[in-house]
């Protein structure tokens, strides 16, 4: 009997549409890569700056016949664009093989 399944979300890979994956769990960071603080005399922050947001995801996967993706790709989760920063593959005895893939986006950069 073919594997049937329900429930499930996938991730695709790049503007070749691959997908080939179940989503186990999706982990989301927002942060900036720039931040300025201005002191007083007495060194006390007055004013702060952020600038720069960076939102870097961590995808933990089970596969499903897709190709893992390399660093320095993209990937498109929940409609949002992401530079591949890593790629973590895990086999399993009894179990499936599982990949963990970690991106970023940041406000300026302009994925096509």
């Not at 179940?22 to 982990?27: C, H, I």
Request: hydrophobic fraction near 40%.
């Amino acid at each position: 009997m073919s594997a049937t399944t329900f429930g499930i979300s996938g991730v695709v890979f790049g503007v070749s549409g691959l997908n080939g994956f179940v989503v186990s769990t999706a982990t989301f960071a927002n942060k900036v890569a720039n931040q300025v603080n201005i002191e007083d005399e007495n060194g006390n922050v007055v004013h702060r700056r952020f600038d720069d947001a960076e939102t870097e995801i961590s995808v933990d996967m089970k596969f499903a016949g897709g190709t893992i993706p390399t660093v320095g790709t993209t990937f498109t989760y929940a409609g949002v664009e992401y530079i591949v920063t890593a790629a973590d593959v895990k086999r399993e005895n009894k179990g499936f093989q599982t990949v963990g893939i970690k991106g970023l986006t940041s406000e300026y950069i302009t994925l096509s």
